[in-house]
């Protein structure tokens, strides 16, 4: 049933500026930073000390007593209960709704690893002389140290379960991982189930954190991450001809998509309407974005198309349609000049009047949760007629060179406002996800 349109009613988040919708705003939209030294391990003989954490994360404020239900459930699990709470509250299901008819879909990265007895089991097992596994060894040290229940929680589909168990969600539950594309993927994918009719409501987004040894050491070993140790609160630099790398953010990001009709008839405040997803594959390199930026561009395409919307069109005071790019702006040298150039591709002459900025440059990297928490900031883009800036850019790189919003978050509101957004993720290995959210404008 393709004309079934999906709206938006509610929109949860746990990030490192906090877990307030209009706070975690404010705070973006006034540049603020969350990027600070690492206190989660001791981080002092990485190439990279920094991150942006989640300070003082407490799930009982959010779920009060029933937090005990999700007592071994990992960090990001817990983040994504909390997010979803919020969410859930605000579009206001409880009571209101068949919950056969809602449904799941996340991009969940794995749980948080049990890192010492993990590595312990590790050394343990270790044979110097043969240079290889003494698996007995390894087993016994294993057997003893590391615990079924934290095991069991790094399977990425144990988030789903817990929040399916926590809000009663019996309709589909899906997963995919998809690197930094995920949780912008789930939204999309979670649209679909709904237009084609499968479910009325579905839970979507995703949670995530790598900020542990072994996750950020791999971004490490690949250059990809900043090292301005001596700076971190303006190491992330998207788009800057100085930036060096991302910055590891963590958290989660949760939206409640619903029926436009289903939601209306039960009273239901729509936020936003979703209005268009798109997807693609590079199909180039596991380590490389194609140089041309043509995967990313399709996605763009796609998820315009299927809103109806021309990306090289204009209003009747000669304004572009979309009217924010919330970029996927990584900071590292690919990624930010090939989704630039992706930009040009898809929006022509166009594309220098699109605002197209990055909140990564505050908030960190937050891998499998970014597309969500960032889809968000779409939505209060559109209900508050700001946008907020890429921090942290002083010099635009000419292979970027579009209107990265530099230096303060601007003002729409004179302007008609912000109507039309596209969100963009793309995932290591090359997986390329946009969404198109535009001003709920009834019907």
């Not at 002092?44 to 989640?54: H, L």
């Not at 007995?136 to 934290?150: F, L, N, Q, V």
């Not at 029926?259 to 039960?266: D, F, M, S, V």
Request: with cysteine; hydrophobic share 40%.
């Amino acid at each position: 049933m393709t004309d079934r349109r999906v709206v938006i009613t509610g929109v949860g988040w746990v990030t490192p500026l906090g877990d307030d919708i209009d706070a975690v705003w404010a705070r973006l939209l006034a540049g603020e930073t969350a990027v600070a030294p690492v206190t989660r391990f001791d981080a002092s003989t990485c190439i990279t000390t920094f991150a942006a954490e989640v300070k003082d994360f407490d799930l009982t404020r959010f779920l009060g007593d029933r937090a005990r239900m999700h007592d071994r459930a990992g960090l990001s699990t817990r983040f994504a209960l909390g997010a979803c709470k919020n969410a859930w509250d605000q579009a206001g299901l409880d009571g209101s709704v068949d919950l056969d008819r809602v449904g799941i879909y996340l991009g969940a990265g794995e749980g948080v690893l049990d890192y010492e007895p993990y590595m312990a089991a590790n050394f343990a097992g270790w044979d110097h002389e043969s240079r290889g596994l003494n698996a007995p060894a390894w087993a016994t040290k294993a057997y003893k140290g590391m615990r079924p229940e934290a095991e069991v929680e790094q399977e990425p589909q144990l988030t789903a379960t817990h929040l399916a168990v926590q809000f009663g969600a019996r309709g589909p539950a899906l997963c995919c991982m998809t690197a930094c594309a995920a949780s912008t993927q789930a939204i999309g994918e979670a649209s679909e189930i709904i237009r084609r009719g499968d479910a009325e409501v579905m839970i979507a987004g995703g949670a995530h954190s790598m900020i542990h040894p072994l996750g950020m050491t791999g971004f490490m070993r690949l250059t990809a991450m900043s090292t301005r140790n001596d700076d971190p609160a303006t190491a992330s630099r998207p788009f800057d001809v100085s930036r060096d790398g991302f910055v590891m953010g963590e958290g989660a990001g949760i939206v409640i998509l619903e029926e436009l009709e289903h939601a209306k008839a039960r009273g239901a405040t729509i936020l936003a309407e979703l209005a268009g997803f798109g997807s693609t594959a590079d199909a180039y390199r596991i380590t490389d974005i194609h140089p041309d930026g043509k995967g990313g561009a399709g996605a763009m395409k796609a998820a315009l198309d299927q809103a109806g919307i021309d990306p090289c069109g204009v209003d009747s005071d000669g304004r572009p349609l979309v009217h924010w790019i919330n970029a996927h702006g990584t900071g590292t040298q690919e990624n930010d000049k090939t989704e630039s150039a992706g930009v040009r591709a898809v929006f022509g002459e166009s594309a220098g009047r699109v605002p197209f900025s990055s909140i990564k440059s505050m908030m960190g990297h937050l891998i499998q949760a970014a597309g969500a928490v960032e889809m968000i900031t779409c939505v209060q883009a559109i209900r508050t007629g700001m946008i907020p800036m890429t921090a942290n850019l002083t010099e635009v790189d000419p292979l970027c060179g579009l209107d990265h919003v530099p230096g303060a978050a601007r003002d729409l509101r004179d302007k008609g406002g912000v109507g039309v957004c596209l969100s963009n993720s793309f995932g290591f290995g090359g997986q390329n996800n946009s969404v198109c959210v535009r001003r709920f404008e009834g019907g």
